[in-house]
């Protein structure tokens, strides 16, 4: 097609039942027509008949746009109930029988427009295609065209879709077309359906609402609320992510573990608990650090004046030898120089003095005869230098007699000691610190430990606490103390005997000979004067057993010079009782 009209022959009418007529027209046997429609004339005539052939309202006729009048003869005298088409071969609807119609999918479909600018009425006159109501849209008016007066009024052209198994190809300029059918025929007075073989009268092939793909303001609106929506929801979603952040950064995070906890407690303790007794014994308990000419050493004491005097062990001291140094460490962390003022290695304690020092504290002495097994006891020491440490424990036994020292060879640093043992730690630097009762006061000096490999380690150091610790009693320790002070020297009771301590048997055995030739029996002695025999057996000392030498030893330096005992010996397999008073020596 070149100038939009068409080439092949016309179409031909049939008519349809006259307005108001009720009689049936669907027609059992189709009739034949003298010619046949182009595709696309067929294509734009819209039938409003419904599939049980009863005749519907028609709309005004209407004609076709820019086309040329009908003459008179050509338009067929109305034939009601007869259409005027060849028999149709494919029994197609509605003039056949029924066909491989199927429902039309639930969208708008583009209504082709004929050849000549025929115009076709819309899908849905007075909706928009999906069941609702449409405002007309302006119309140009068509120009007049005249009408035979021998015809009958000509009725709306009516057709019907081409069954879905064989589609009409549409012309390119179809779209262009109809556009301008729509803007140019008038709005109709009736609706036009297409037809529908499975639709209801007057129901649309879709949903009711806007067909697809337009815009419609309430969408543009919903967008608009969606868009506004979402920034607050963001707003209010980097407010809420702020200030968790802060939180977490503020306060170490949302799973940060807060344990419930007692608060301060201003109170004190007991004093007769373990920290009531540090609390009272520490600030009379100092630390020595002794440096001399081939060695040094970490030890403990304790403030035995305002004068400044400290009791310590011997073998605290012994490195400083004759021009050591000695430092001493109060617990508040103060320092002063000591200087020797006595010691006794057989009882093996000694006097260190410090002078330049105010406020000193010194610590109340206790009683050691009264002290029972079982007794709750505190240590406090520098073990391994760590000063102001506090153990605790009880006292496992009394008058445990020890020997310590020895490492000269020649037995003048041996010490002999009835000692009080006890179970709190006390390692290497306890030596010298206290041993205090419940109300702290000193009832021994923290002098030795048994140690399970024997006091030394595989890397030659000396070895911790086992649990058995010895300290030598305070009354003993008071009366040597005293005389350190005093004299700068300390006595010890003797009985002038010199012992085998080499025998084996049960008990002390008197020797045969002293040392350097001398008589085993001092003459004019306090045992020569008793009565004792060299090779007399000592069993007891005032009713105490004693099995060997050094226990004998022990037994006598636990008392003072001057002291009365009552001895059991062996002579000759019978047992024999004597008294005597101890004498006095100096020590070393």
């Given at each position: 097609?070149e ?17 108001g007529?009720t009689t ?17 004339d067929?294509?734009?005539?819209a039938?409003a008949?419904?599939d049980d052939?009863?005749?519907r309202?028609?709309?005004?006729e209407a004609q076709p746009?820019?086309?040329?009048p ?9 034939r ?6 060849e ?6 609807p509605?003039?056949?029988?029924p066909g ?6 639930p ?5 082709p427009?004929?050849?000549?600018g ?8 007075g909706t928009n295609?999906?069941?609702l ?5 302006p119309t140009?008016p068509a ?7 021998s ?5 709306p ?7 879905p ?17 729509q ?5 109709p ?10 639709g ?17 303001g309430r969408r543009?609106s919903r ?5 506004i ?17 802060a939180?977490?950064e503020?306060?170490g ?5 807060e ?10 303790r ?10 009272s014994?520490l600030p009379?308990?100092?630390?020595l650090?002794?440096?001399g000419?081939?060695?040094?050493g ?9 004068s400044?005097?400290?009791?310590t ?15 001493v460490?109060?617990s ?6 000591g200087e020797?003022?006595?010691k006794?290695?057989?009882y ?20 050691s ?9 505190v240590a ?8 102001n ?18 490492e000269k060879g020649d ?7 009835d000692?009080?043992?006890?179970d709190?730690?006390?390692?290497p630097?306890n030596?010298?610190g206290p041993?205090?009762?419940?109300d ?5 000096i ?24 010895f ?11 005293e005389?350190?002070i005093?004299?700068?020297k300390?006595?010890?009771p ?9 025998y084996?048997?049960?008990g002390a ?26 090779g007399?057996v ?8 004693v099995h060997?030498?050094?226990e004998?030893?022990?037994?006598i ?11 059991t ?8 009782s ?11």
């Amino acid at each position: 097609m070149e100038d939009g009209k068409s080439t092949g022959p016309k179409a031909k009418w049939w008519s349809r039942p006259t307005p108001g007529r009720t009689t049936r027209t669907a027609p059992d046997e189709p009739s034949p027509v003298e010619d046949t429609a182009p595709a696309a004339d067929l294509t734009a005539m819209a039938a409003a008949v419904a599939d049980d052939g009863e005749s519907r309202t028609t709309a005004p006729e209407a004609q076709p746009v820019d086309a040329p009048p009908l003459p008179p003869a050509a338009v067929p005298p109305a034939r009601p109930m007869t259409p005027l088409h060849e028999p149709d071969q494919y029994s197609t609807p509605p003039y056949g029988g029924p066909g491989p119609w199927a429902p039309a999918p639930p969208v708008q479909r583009p209504v082709p427009t004929p050849a000549h600018g025929t115009p076709v009425p819309p899908q849905y006159a007075g909706t928009n295609g999906a069941g609702l109501p449409a405002p007309p849209a302006p119309t140009a008016p068509a120009p007049a065209q005249p009408a035979p007066a021998s015809a009958a009024p000509a009725q709306p052209a009516t057709g019907f879709a081409p069954p879905p198994h064989a589609p009409q190809p549409q012309q390119p300029q179809q779209a262009q077309l109809q556009a301008q059918h729509q803007s140019q025929s008038p709005a109709p007075s009736a609706q036009w359906l297409q037809y529908d073989p499975w639709g209801a009268p007057r129901q649309p092939l879709t949903n009711p609402g806007p067909p697809l793909g337009a815009d419609t303001g309430r969408r543009k609106s919903r967008r608009g609320s969606l868009l506004i929506g979402a920034v607050l929801l963001a707003l209010v979603a980097g407010g809420i992510g702020g200030g968790i952040g802060a939180y977490i950064e503020r306060n170490g995070g949302l799973t940060r573990v807060e344990l419930p906890q007692t608060g301060h407690s201003a109170g004190g303790r007991a004093p007769d608990s373990v920290a009531g007794i540090a609390a009272s014994a520490l600030p009379s308990v100092v630390t020595l650090h002794v440096t001399g000419a081939t060695e040094s050493g970490t030890g403990t004491g304790f403030v035995l004046d305002r004068s400044g005097h400290i009791l310590t062990n011997n073998h605290v001291v012994a490195p400083a030898g004759r021009g050591g140094e000695i430092t001493v460490t109060f617990s508040g962390g103060e320092t002063a120089r000591g200087e020797v003022v006595g010691k006794d290695s057989g009882y093996d304690l000694a006097v260190v003095k410090v002078t330049g020092v105010s406020g000193l504290k010194p610590l109340p002495l206790g009683n050691s005869d009264n002290v029972q097994v079982g007794d709750p006891v505190v240590a406090i020491g520098a073990p391994f230098d760590l000063s102001n440490t506090v153990t605790s424990g009880i006292i496992s036994a009394k008058d445990r007699p020890i020997t310590a020292g020895g490492e000269k060879g020649d037995g003048s640093d041996i010490s002999y000691v009835d000692a009080l043992q006890t179970d709190a730690p006390i390692n290497p630097g306890n030596s010298g610190g206290p041993l205090v009762d419940t109300d702290a006061h000193v009832i021994g000096i923290n002098s030795a430990i048994r140690a399970a490999d024997s006091g030394a380690s595989e890397e030659g150091g000396q070895a911790g606490s086992i649990g058995l610790g010895f300290a030598i009693p305070i009354n003993q320790g008071k009366r040597v103390a005293e005389e350190l002070i005093n004299t700068g020297k300390a006595t010890h009771p003797v009985i002038g005997v010199t012992l085998d301590m080499k025998y084996t048997g049960d008990g002390a055995r008197v020797g045969s000979k002293g040392a350097a030739g001398k008589p085993a029996v001092t003459p004019g002695g306090p045992g020569a004067k008793a009565g004792i025999r060299p090779g007399d057996v000592i069993t007891e000392v005032d009713g105490r057993r004693v099995h060997s030498g050094e226990e004998l030893i022990v037994k006598i330096r636990a008392h003072r010079p001057g002291d009365h005992l009552d001895l059991t010996l062996t002579r000759g397999g019978k047992d024999l009782s004597i008294s005597l008073t101890l004498g006095s020596a100096s020590g070393t």
